[in-house]
């Protein structure tokens, strides 16, 4: 009887243990989801979702902040009420997201409408080469990301807007860019090539790029024969002969004392401009003095003049008296007659 007891007690504390353990490690799985109350959101997702499970995590930059407890159609969710409504909602995959207050700033449902026009959108992401899935929030441009606007059924709770993942941008920029080759006509442009490549091959062949051609062929061929004909070696060793001379000359005695009397040249020319202001002015002062000077002489040379043009003209008049009456000049006047 004791020891079937005892064996009873073991089994159940073994019984207790594990229970134990499965909550530690269904907590461990939701990451603590249980330990506080959780704010729902959803957003919509016009791509392919596989690979994304419920309990995937939620992510802000890299740090989790709540996990996805929902994954199904908007048409199912939401019953359309027409036929493009159904169209319009049978595109996008819900997905609720369980957003813990405690990791998050995002504490209630008009702060996320805040964060959402701040540019707060939701997209698909993946971890790395595994292939696992996980909802990404992040702020984007809004201009860029506009928000959802109005939609056709009353969302239950709060929207976060979603954007294109990674994957979904690049299938699209390479859906844009085969759609423009699509666009491109081809068979136009081959026309077009094979007619340059015959017009190229007729001008090779017969038209001014051949001539162009046979010329340049032809005068190779001249030039060749003329490099052929002359002797190079001799040209090449009167230039080495000539330039050896020259570098003698340029480095010789005669011309480093040209050159310095070329430089003792230059320095008296420096001087002697150096002296010329001085000898001009001392030749403006000497013009100064001798314009005086003549200003001077001539102020006393017209009275001296003048007596000498009166002296002249007496002169003249007793030549001109000895001439005619010689003895009147010599005896003086005859006596007045009675």
């Known amino acids: 009887m004791a020891t079937s007891r005892s064996l009873y007690i073991r089994v159940g504390a073994l019984i207790l243990a594990g229970a134990a353990l499965s909550v530690g490690f269904l907590l461990f799985l939701t990451g603590g989801g249980l330990r506080s109350q959780s704010l729902t959101f959803e957003t919509y997702l016009a791509e392919s979702v596989t690979g994304l499970e419920v309990g995937a995590p939620v992510r802000y930059r890299g740090v989790q902040i709540g996990q996805v407890s929902q994954i199904g159609l908007v048409n199912a969710e939401y019953p359309p009420g027409s036929r493009n409504d159904a169209l319009e909602a049978f595109q996008l995959v819900l997905v609720r997201l369980a957003i813990d207050p405690e990791r998050a700033t995002v504490d209630n449902t008009d702060a996320a409408e805040v964060a959402v ?12 080469i595994t292939g696992l ?26 929207v976060i807007p979603s954007i ?77 002969g000539v330039t050896a001379e020259l570098r003698t000359l340029v480095g010789g005695p005669n011309t480093r004392s040209a050159l310095a009397s070329a430089s003792a040249a230059a320095d008296e020319l ?45 002169l003249r008049d007793t030549t001109e008296t000895l001439r005619r009456a010689p003895g009147q000049v010599l005896f003086g006047a005859p006596p007045p007659s009675r």
């Open 133 to 158: 899935a996980y909802i990404e929030l992040d702020f984007v441009n809004p201009n860029r990301f506009a928000a959802g606007g109005e939609y056709p059924w009353t969302p239950r709770y709060a």
């Open 270 to 314: 420096r001087q002697s401009l150096q002296r010329l202001p001085a000898v001009i002015t001392a030749l403006e002062q000497t013009a100064r003095s001798a314009r005086n000077t003549t200003q001077d002489t001539n102020a006393e040379l017209g009275p001296l003049l003048r007596d000498l043009r009166a002296t002249v003209s007496n």
């Open 164 to 240: 294109p993942s990674t994957v979904a941008q690049v299938q699209n920029a390479a859906e844009a860019i085969l759609n423009r080759i699509q666009q491109v006509p081809l068979e136009e442009l081959l026309t077009g090539v094979t007619d340059i490549v015959g017009l190229v091959k007729a001008q090779v062949e017969d038209g001014d790029v051949a001539r162009t051609l046979s010329e340049a062929a032809a005068t190779i061929a001249a030039l060749r024969q003329i490099l052929e004909g002359s002797d190079l070696p001799a040209l090449v060793t009167e230039l080495r």
């Open 117 to 128: 026009q701040r540019g707060l959108r939701a997209r698909l992401s993946s971890q790395g």
